[in-house]
């Protein structure tokens, strides 16, 4: 949905035509191009070939724009008296009549659905939309009654604009110059300089919600889950003359499809588009024009799935792999348990800072500040473990690592824990022998946020995106397809850091803006430290950082915070895979008494479980000591909270495979 000065003007004229009791405006009173992009948008139609008629949401949309043009641009704002409900309004503004917009001001964007639909999960408007959304009269500033707070929350304009987008059913109709327009553009993100096509055809494409834009000013563009299954389809098909990739044309290939028949020319016209083959098979155009289809009804998800890795833990990814090797080629007893994996860890620090201390000498201070303080006190240190174990937690990062699946902790033939690389973790491994760095999870959402209805990443996701090489000059590399498919295909297991958990902690369901989770904790945790929990959170699915600089809870978030409702103040990590191996094997031989909201286990069970978790005996023994402490289990019984901790890692999952559309060849 696209609406500019042209947009504007054209609504307003089919609905004084309308008011007016005319029964049609002619075509040739409307800018055509304009008419069909209104028309693509559902906001307008043709009532025969030439007149041109509003539709019930086109007219909704004309209305309130007529109610904003009545309140101008001037702030204005309700008085304490006059005010009513939870909270008095302080500021809002109308527009300017649309004469008076400037040219390309768009009133009306991706960017500014996006903006929209962030304010209402957060309930609020987030940072970096406050000026465009009370520009446009959609948004308005308030004060909170109970609580005396002020922020800035939607107006009614807003949210009937919501209202209006959800509402309406964009068209599908792409002709022969369209699709060979689509072929050659970049699929993104990339910067919106890269869409060299004139300005019809972009507004066509946002219309069909083809291709969208980024918060706040458009900076990104990219093709959203439709556009990018359309742009495979029209990769190998959609040949021809006149249109080639239209609604009709989708239903009629679905029916072939269904029932295997098809009138003679309607299989030609078929064939001839390249969407079934000469004996009457589906060609891969064709099965991308299904996918098409499916997300045109409704298909798309509604949820954005990431990943996050430190470099430190990609560091002990590759030392499990090198003691495997020595376990194999030279010396069994070097197989990665925690304390042979502690040695060589220790090892390859010594190695790394002293190497450090080599090439910046007595100039400390142009060393980044992450390595610096460590290198200083590696300076006087009389304990190299000592200092190793002060500096760097190699239990957190195997437990991070196996939250992401990318390991697993078993035991060998002695009984003894060992951890050993998942297919995932191979697969990383690999990617970072080739550029060893840490991978955030806002660069990895810089790409799957794209696979959902009408969404771009903002300019500062793709630039981070950019920086960690998931995102070429204007498309995604393959390391970048690789963690968007390990985002949406791995799975998830909770696990919450101390560092983690103390900004969870500060982060409500919703109503908190990621620099005000800064600021509550600055005095506690150093910047860098609260941005990897951030990254790890969101990874974890646990909380979702909006475009607009909001933060809220995920649902698995939100189980999660009544699950460590009971945990004790200063508990030490009450959530890892660990831990919820435990539950998870307790519950599968326990027995689910449900208006207790518990499951019993019999003490002859607990053996059960123990083979069922696949964790050696004293792990699991020291697992079941803190599942207690932590209030998960009882004596003879998984409690509720436990039960909360198993769902919300279910949450933190896709209830079904999600295939990606941009996927590795």
Known sequence: MVIKKQHAVALERLLADEEANKPYTPLEEVDEPTFVELELAGLARFS???????????????????????????????????????????????????EAWAEGWRWIGSEVIAMLEAAERAGRVGPLAFEPLM?????????????????????????????????????????????????????????????????????????????????????????????????????????????????????????????????????????????VGPAGELLPAGEWALEALRLWQGGVRAEVWSFAIEAEEAEVLDQIAAQWQKATETNPEERPTFEVLRRAMIDRKVAEY??????????????????????????????????????????????????????????????????????????????????????????????????????????????????????????????GLFYAQLAEHSERLPHLSKYELMVFHAIPARGLSEEEVYAALEKKLDRERIRWALEKLEARHLIDRLPDGNVVETEAGELLDRALAGVPEGFGNPVNPIVFRLIEALRAVGSLYVKEKRVRILPRNVE????????????????????????????????????????????????????????LE
Do not use: C
Request: glycine letters at 10%; a negative charge.
């Open 354 to 479: 002293k190497a450090l201390l080599e090439k910046y000498g007595r100039k400390l201070d142009e060393m980044p500040q992450k390595f610096r303080l460590i290198a200083e006190k590696f300076q006087g240190a009389a304990d190299l473990a000592r200092w190793y174990d002060e500096n760097f937690d190699l239990r957190e990062a195997l437990l991070g690592l196996e939250s992401f699946g990318l390991i697993e902790t078993g035991e060998d033939e002695k009984g003894k824990e060992v951890f050993y690389l998942t297919e995932w973790g191979e697969l990383v491994l690999d990617d970072q022998k080739q550029q060893r760095r840490g991978v955030s999870a806002t660069a990895v959402k810089a790409i799957t946020m794209t696979r959902r209805s009408f969404s771009a990443p903002g300019y500062a996701w793709w630039n981070e995106a950019r920086e960690q090489g998931l995102v070429g000059s204007t498309e995604p590399t393959r390391s």
């Open 48 to 98: 025969t070939p030439v007149r041109l008629v509003p539709t019930y949401l086109g007219r909704e949309l004309a209305l309130l724009l007529r109610e904003l043009y009545e309140q101008g641009p001037a702030a204005w704002s309700e008085s304490e008296d006059e005010a009513g409900g939870e909270y008095v309004v302080l500021e809002g503004h109308g527009l300017d009549k649309p």
């Open 135 to 275: 520009e446009r009269g959609l948004a308005v500033r308030v004060r909170d009654r109970e609580t005396k707070k002020e922020y800035v929350t939607l107006s009614d304009a807003g949210h009937r604009v919501l209202e209006i987008y959800r509402a309406a059913e964009p068209g599908l109709e792409i002709d022969a110059a369209l699709a060979d327009a689509v072929r050659k553009l970049p699929l993104g993100p990339a910067p919106a300089s890269e869409l060299p096509t004139p300005a019809h055809d972009e507004h066509r494409l946002e219309a069909m919600r083809i291709i969208a834009y980024s918060v706040p000013s458009s900076d990104v563009f990219a093709f959203t889950a439709l556009g990018q299954a359309v742009k495979k389809a029209l990769a190998t098909g959609g040949w021809g003359e006149g249109d080639v990739f239209t609604s009709d044309i989708l239903w009629a290939l679905a029916d072939y499809v269904d029932t295997g028949e098809a009138t003679e020319a309607g299989l030609a016209t078929l064939q001839a588009l390249g969407y």
């Open 608 to 663: 059960e479980a123990l083979e069922y978790s696949g964790l050696p005996k004293d792990v699991f023994d020291n697992a079941l000591e803190a599942a207690r402490a932590a209030g998960f289990v009882g004596r003879n019984s998984v409690n509720e909270a436990g039960l909360l901790l198993l769902e919300a890692a279910e949450k933190m999952n896709p209830g079904e495979d999600v295939h990606g559309l941009m996927e």
